[in-house]
């Protein structure tokens, strides 16, 4: 099996890196840490750093980097379409905000935290251990796998 791919996003592409996440992807953001320190990090993390950065893509030190040229966070996702892979089963187990992987919340505690019509309609609410935010499967969810789907199966979603 190769190794599960990792990134490290520059400050500047931050909605790709949420996508990344939704993907299942781990996708880590340092804001305002520099770029040497980012180099570093990707280095020592085994990291793909990605950028918009031209210079920065050009620097020469040896470490796994991609330029990315699109504006819009879902053409950026189709460019790196040959790294990635959508899998169903790996959607959503992320914290899109934080990059945490979330759990599922249990029972109890979701109806104390959740409002109740959703827990009344939802049997499983996942959470995020680190920032806290709730998650559960809502009209978004259809909404970004339709996108997936564009971006990975073009075929079989004209
Ligand atoms: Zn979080």
Request: aromatic residues 8%; charged residues 25%; hydrophobic residues 35%.
């Amino acid at each position: 099996m190769p190794r599960e791919k990792r990134f490290l996003v520059a400050d500047h592409l931050g909605g790709l890196a949420k996508w990344l996440r939704l993907l299942g992807y781990d996708a880590a953001m340092y804001p305002r840490a520099g770029f040497h320190r980012l180099v570093a990090r990707a280095m020592r993390e085994k990291r793909i750093y990605l950028t918009r950065n031209a210079q920065e893509a050009a620097d020469k030190r040896s470490f796994p980097r991609r330029l990315i040229t699109a504006d819009h966070p879902t053409e950026q996702l189709g460019e790196l379409r040959d790294l990635l892979s959508l899998d169903p089963q790996r959607l959503f187990c992320r914290c899109n905000r934080c990059n945490t992987p979330l759990r599922e919340l249990p029972a109890e505690r979701a109806a104390q935290l959740a409002p109740p019509y959703i827990v009344a309609t939802h049997k499983h609410i996942h959470y995020c251990p680190d920032c806290g935010r709730l998650y559960w499967p809502g009209t978004h969810e259809k909404a970004i796998r339709r996108t997936l789907q564009k971006i990975f199966c073009p075929a079989s979603s004209a």
